[in-house]
């Protein structure tokens, strides 16, 4: 299991430059990639994305990739921008009047006249120490999607377990739903001085119709199994989350049937326990690849 949170980076050396990847990703129903390279490595973009897509199931994942110049590399400079900014320069000072003259320093800071060192890549030899990057960044970025997986695993595991305690309640005191009402229906015919014995087909026919209108065994066995493949999924390496969800959904139809059918209080106050439950799952696997 692993978080949709993570950070990787990855660095690799290109004929004296340094190539730089980094790797950032939040939460996300779906797989989104927004991807930064320098323009003379764009076309190197489609490769880039798959090596992720295979790595990646959900999240929104910020990438981005430098790649910085050469050390020592010395900057060029353009005549044409250089001559045409210092003949800007001296018409401003001749209209304003200014005295002095129009200095090397200023028309340096002219734009476009240092030009940065301009070198033909070879884009397939680029993408080689690219890819060892990003590989680099991406295995950072996985340990630290599943350390934090580890951590959401044991807390999903701990309310999981908390709610199959509840579920296993609520079994028991479902035996005595239908003996509750016998008792509560007996009581309010007494108090009415209805002269109705309790074996009469009436009453009997009251009490068949209440145990079957009551009667949560179905929804309890489905309920035990969705939490046991909920509890099965915690250890396993492939994406989850998505399982995950699904089954809690099932998980909280089953609970509210439950509750609606049951009719016996005790089991209320239970249902609502183990739905707040369910909802804090529901919560952290929103976090979940």
């Known amino acids: 299991m692993r978080s949709m949170t993570g950070y990787g980076r990855g660095t690799a050396r290109f004929e004296g ?8 990703s939040v939460n996300r129903k779906q797989a989104e990639i927004s991807l930064s390279l320098p323009r003379e ?12 897509n295979a ?4 999240g929104r994942l910020t990438v981005a990739v430098a790649l910085h110049a050469r050390s020592g590399g010395q900057p060029g400079i353009n005549l044409t921008a250089a001559r045409a900014y210092r003949g800007q320069l001296e018409e401003l000072r001749k209209s304003l009047k200014l005295g002095g ?5 200023q028309v340096l800071r002219g734009p476009g006249v240092l030009e940065a060192e301009k070198v033909e890549l070879d884009v ?29 695993a044991a807390d999903l595991r701990t309310r999981t377990l908390s709610i ?11 035996s005595q739903v239908v003996a509750h009402h016998r008792a509560a229906l007996l009581d309010r015919i007494a108090k009415a001085g209805l002269e109705i014995a309790p074996s009469d087909e009436r009453m009997l026919k009251e009490i068949v119709f209440f145990a079957d209108r009551s009667d949560i065994s179905e929804e309890l066995t489905r309920l035990r199994s969705h939490l046991d493949q ?16 699904f089954l809690l959904q099932e998980l909280f139809r089953e609970i ?10 005790a089991i209320s106050q239970i249902v609502v326990v183990v739905k707040t439950e369910l909802e804090k799952l529901r919560e952290q696997v929103q976090n979940i690849e």
């Open 17 to 24: 430059r340094q190539i730089a990847v980094e790797l950032s």
């Open 41 to 52: 490595l764009a076309e190197l973009e489609p490769r880039v994305r798959d090596e992720i």
């Open 55 to 58: 790595h990646i199931s959900r």
């Open 101 to 105: 003259d129009v200095t090397l320093e």
């Open 124 to 152: 397939e030899a680029v993408w080689r120490e690219l890819h060892k990057a990003l590989q680099t960044a991406l295995k950072h970025f996985v340990q630290m999607r599943e350390r934090e997986g580890k951590a959401l």
């Open 164 to 174: 199959q305690k509840n579920v296993r309640e609520i079994e028991r005191l479902s």
């Open 230 to 245: 909920f509890l099965g999924h915690f250890q396993r390496k492939e994406p989850v989350g998505r399982t995950l969800d």
């Open 256 to 265: 509210n049937t439950i509750g609606n059918k049951a009719n016996f209080l």
